[in-house]
């Protein structure tokens, strides 16, 4: 598990390697150092005040985008729910656990878009994670070879770690973690040596952590990624940063893999529009537009196409866009600064397993239904009940009642 000292210690040597001072400015996370957000921790039980951030008071925003859960979504979603209460009690022990309702649904509405797109997806780069709970559900995802974070807030960085090693357990690797030191201890011929076993003896990795300062990696992941997703944070990055994300995305993309956009992010460095621009000017073609619910006005046109799919219907509870690099079939058909406008939908059929139909189609095929939170609670707790076998004392039976 990583130590706070390795993470420092990890951005102590990159800095003193770097070649220019502007690759750390890059990733100052200014926005949240401007708003008092906790960046730096000094002990890992500080990780317990990011536990439902980011995305708080979005439950039921997200619900109706969902158009409510099929009884198997909402196992899926109690799961996770349950699973990061015992990560909670694991790791967190000084504090009584909470249930991150919203930032657990904002990452099963991702992760859903993700499988719409490709049920069988085997590879997932997603920068700025925030609490990074889609990990909740990328580690059950029986194809996945490959899901690659990366992240800029030592904050967040370890709750990151701590969330991927409950869940990925040997599977993951921290690049923030410096080399190993020389194993061998030559004293004494009949001193015992540790059995250490190379690289290549041990299992797979599948869950990999990229700090600001091994990004250099990255970009030599050429055509790697099925998905490339970076939520909530496109214009919150330094300008820089964006560049250089969107210059990493478009050669770790594979030709027919997505450019996934589930929230644009606090107008920061910029406008939507301007972001918008950006995007366009750095090559991607928008296979798909669809704004938040509160921006979008009666006047805006929405083409044939998203009308004919149900999205008309839909309320997002984000800005959400479907970007492709050129070599993607759709590509050549798509490319131009208008596609960036909310109602813009190709003719891309994977478009209509990402972004299943609105509430009232939903309630219409019966198939879907809103869950509330107190419901959820309900289930959440039932089930760690359950599992805890203990009915008869302790804060579980107490929270249960
Ligand atoms: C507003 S939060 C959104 C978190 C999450 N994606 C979500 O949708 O809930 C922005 C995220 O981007 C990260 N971030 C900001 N600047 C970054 C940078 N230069 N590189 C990587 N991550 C960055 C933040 O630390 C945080 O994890």
Redesign the pocket.
């Known amino acids: 598990m990583l130590e706070i000292s390795d993470y420092r210690l990890g951005e102590q040597l990159g800095r003193s390697t770097i070649s220019n001072w502007r690759i750390a400015e890059?990733?100052l996370?200014d926005?949240?150092i401007r708003v008092g957000f906790p960046v730096r921790i000094e002990s890992r039980h500080e990780v317990g005040q990011l536990l439902d951030t980011?995305?708080e008071k979005r439950f039921e925003r997200f619900m109706t985008e969902l158009g409510g859960l099929t009884t198997a979504e909402a196992d899926s979603l109690t799961d996770a729910l349950v699973s990061s209460v015992k990560f909670q009690m694991a790791h967190l022990p000084r504090r009584n656990p909470c249930v991150p309702f919203s930032?657990m649904i904002?990452s099963l509405t991702l992760y859903k878009k993700i499988v719409g797109f490709k049920p069988d997806v085997q590879s997932v780069l997603?920068?700025?994670?925030?609490?990074g709970y889609l990990s909740f559900f990328l580690a059950d995802h029986r194809t996945l070879t490959d899901y690659s974070q990366?992240?800029?807030?030592e904050s967040?960085y370890l709750l990151q770690s701590m969330v991927n090693s409950y869940l990925f357990r040997h599977e993951f690797r921290d690049l923030a973690v410096t080399a190993p030191a020389d194993r061998t201890l030559h004293i004494h011929r009949d001193l015992e040596q540790p059995v250490v076993l190379a690289d290549e003896q041990i299992p797979v990795y599948r869950c990999f952590h990229y700090p600001?300062w091994t990004l250099g990696k990255l970009h030599e992941a050429i055509g790697r990624y099925d998905v490339v997703t970076?939520?909530?944070?496109l214009n919150?990055?330094?300008r820089n940063?964006l560049y250089e994300?969107l210059t990493i995305f478009s050669r770790v993309m594979k030709n027919d893999g997505i450019f996934l956009i589930?929230?644009t992010?606090?107008p920061a460095h910029g406008s939507t529009e301007d972001l918008m621009e950006v995007l366009h000017k750095f090559g991607f073609a928008s296979l798909f537009c669809g704004m938040a619910d509160e921006n979008v006005r009666s006047n805006m046109l929405v083409s044939g196409r998203y009308r004919s799919l149900g999205f008309h219907k839909k309320r997002f509870a984000l800005n959400n866009l479907v970007l492709v690099k050129k070599g993607h079939p759709y590509y050549e058909a798509n490319i131009g600064l208008k596609n960036y406008a909310h109602g813009h939908a190709s003719e891309f059929p994977r478009l209509s397993h990402i972004f299943e139909g609105g509430i009232e189609e939903s309630r219409a095929r019966g198939s879907r239904r809103a869950y509330s939170i107190d419901e959820t609670l309900k289930s959440v707790k039932q089930k760690l009940l359950q599992e805890s076998g203990n009915t008869d004392g302790g804060w579980l039976s107490r929270a249960a009642g």
């Open positions: 890059t990733h996370v926005h949240f980011m995305q930032t904002s997603e920068v700025g994670p925030g609490c990366v992240e800029a807030c967040f600001w970076s939520n909530a944070n919150e990055f330094t940063a994300y589930q929230c992010g606090f």
